[in-house]
């Protein structure tokens, strides 16, 4: 999925959540994982989320936020707790998040219509 | 691939780029990409780069900057710059380029080793 944020004048936060999925519990992995984008989308503050993962499982999430209190009041949220202690007793073999500040942002769309989404 | 950056008192950047490939043209993509990857590794004030696509052509790609300066001087490289006008007379659909100053990183690494990579 790819996400449409806020004017580039505005300045905002993103979580860069690098990882390396284990091997097997696919099924409880995406249900989690659903469920995390599910729940995190309803938090203030939320502006939206990026994720993809290659067949090898290098995942990149990346989510965006008002504030930075908004996306440290997400990773309070106590469901979103445990979701993250089980990833990291069962679901990655490592990870790295980062959190950053969003200063300029710059898009792109084709006129033509032949990608993988359509 | 992942990548480790500076600790956590030392703040750096970001360009976290977001990626819709088109259909085709895999081989030539693939090795611009490569190149790309090799001649930014060299310029100054690169630390670093982390890079997945999933089976759809969703691509999320970050490299990470000493300054902004430095990041500002790789996308004005004449041969990243042509690779940057192909990217969007060929390669994507749509992207979104945002730029971020990091402020903070943790990172979580398992003591088992039955993950995808080894």
Do not use: C
Request: proline share 2%; net charge negative.
């Amino acid at each position: 999925m790819m996400t449409r944020t806020p004017d580039a004048d505005v300045d905002y936060w993103a979580v860069i959540f690098t990882n390396q999925r284990s091997l097997g519990d696919d099924e409880a992995y995406e249900a989690t994982a659903e469920r995390m984008v599910e729940l995190g989308s309803t938090m203030p503050g939320f502006l939206g989320i990026e994720s993809t993962r290659n067949a090898q499982g290098l995942g990149i999430t990346v989510s965006y936020w008002r504030s930075e209190d908004d996306l440290l009041a997400w990773k309070q949220v106590s469901e979103h707790a445990a979701a993250q202690a089980k990833g990291r007793s069962d679901w990655y073999s490592r990870y790295t998040t980062r959190i950053a500040r969003v200063t300029r942002e710059y898009s792109f769309e084709s006129s033509d219509t032949d990608d993988h989404d359509s």
